[in-house]
């Protein structure tokens, strides 16, 4: 069996940790297991199936500054009690640099460095991050992409591998009964259900979500905004609504283990972020049958159905409004089922095809250094 070690921040519900899930129960786990280095010492929302799916998971110290001297004495001690691990996969944009630098001093043999990102966030590593990303060739042997804007950001000219973020396509697939289920539970009636997965974090401009949501309840009164994860930004993100004065009309539902029948009770999905590489929400909610109003700043190849529509964040929030309307009164869910389901196993976002290239991939590499 090969055991491939992940690197990850922590295993929360999140984009890339779903992302990473999503393969995980797919692949042929009595060929290929995966394992999980983290950089929090608490568990995550995720750790408890993974164990339950043989995996294992160690806690590191975390990435700040100061720790960097205990972190690489922690890394040299851990691959020096763990030499079953040839392959790290590392999927911390500019921070792999770390963990990468750690393994190419135990010589492992295969070091593969992911980009999830066209950007980086502007926290207080931010110049770290910035000469992280521009060393990260020096310590990863492979390279690999959720899509071809991220892959240039971090690699540059190097070639990479494109790693879909695919999901299980009929988990999502719009279900009207799901649909008067999941909106009873949640207290909706007739509302119009404006929708969003993701972190509360910089990078996702919820303060651009939240102006152009008060924008469009002065076409339509009857609007509720659905907001779904956590992050930094959630109190910044309260004390905005309620400066509005929306307090009544917008639900944070926190991390959710039913995310895919959450997308069933929206009506539109809207994602105005400052950078995106290929985020897993918007597959998700495509996959849905929902229309998207995402900004001009996520790369065009995100569109797989054709209910996407991007514009500038310079716009005005009252553009965006009407379009969110204009985008919803247009679409038609369930004529559309079979025609998006074909729409994303035709580029790749079906998990079940994707674990086999994947498995594929890794098997070359092991073949490679044993």
Not at 214 to 241: D, H, M, W, Y
Request: proline share 3%; glycine share 4%.
């Amino acid at each position: 069996m090969i055991r491939i070690l992940q690197c990850v921040n922590d295993m929360h519900r999140a984009g890339l940790e779903t992302m990473l899930m999503n393969y995980y129960r797919n692949i042929d786990r009595e060929k290929i297991q995966f394992d999980f280095l983290t950089h929090r010492p608490q568990r995550s929302d995720y750790d408890d199936e993974i164990e339950s799916l043989g995996g294992k998971i160690y806690y590191a110290p975390r990435l700040y500054p100061q720790n960097y001297p205990k972190y690489f004495k922690w890394m040299k001690q851990f691959f020096s009690e763990h030499p079953e691990y040839k392959i790290i996969h590392s999927h911390i944009d500019a921070m792999s640099y770390l963990p990468l630098k750690a393994a190419k001093k135990a010589n492992i043999p295969v070091r593969i460095a992911h980009s999830h990102n066209t950007s980086i966030d502007k926290d207080f590593k931010y110049l770290l991050k910035q000469y992280f990303r521009s060393r990260i060739t020096t310590v990863a042997t492979d390279y690999c992409t959720c899509g071809q804007e991220a892959g240039k950001f971090l690699f540059g000219n190097k070639d990479f591998t494109f790693i879909p973020n695919a999901i299980e396509v009929d988990k999502f697939l719009y279900d009207k009964d799901l649909r008067n289920k999941k909106r009873a539970e949640l207290g909706i009636k007739d509302e119009f259900v404006v929708g969003h997965v993701g972190r509360l974090s910089y990078q996702k401009n919820h303060k651009l979500l939240i102006e152009i949501f008060n924008s469009l309840l002065k076409l339509e009164r009857n609007a509720l905004l659905i907001l779904v994860g956590v992050g930094e930004k959630e109190e910044e993100i309260k004390k905005q609504i309620h400066e509005l004065g929306l307090d009544s009309k917008v639900k944070f539902l926190g991390n959710r283990s039913d995310v895919n029948e959450l997308y069933q009770a929206m009506d539109v999905f809207v994602m105005p972020s400052l950078f995106e590489g290929l985020p897993l929400g918007l597959v998700e909610a495509q996959a849905a049958g929902l229309p998207c109003i995402l900004s001009d700043r996520i790369a065009s190849m995100t569109k797989i159905i054709d209910e996407v529509q991007f514009l500038k964040l310079e716009a005005s929030d009252q553009v965006w409004a009407d379009a969110v309307l204009k985008e919803a009164a247009e679409n038609d869910r369930i004529k559309n089922q079979e025609k998006i389901k074909q729409q994303l196993r035709d580029r790749n976002f079906d998990i079940r095809l994707n674990c086999k290239q994947l498995a594929k991939r890794y098997q070359e590499l092991w073949r490679g250094v044993n």
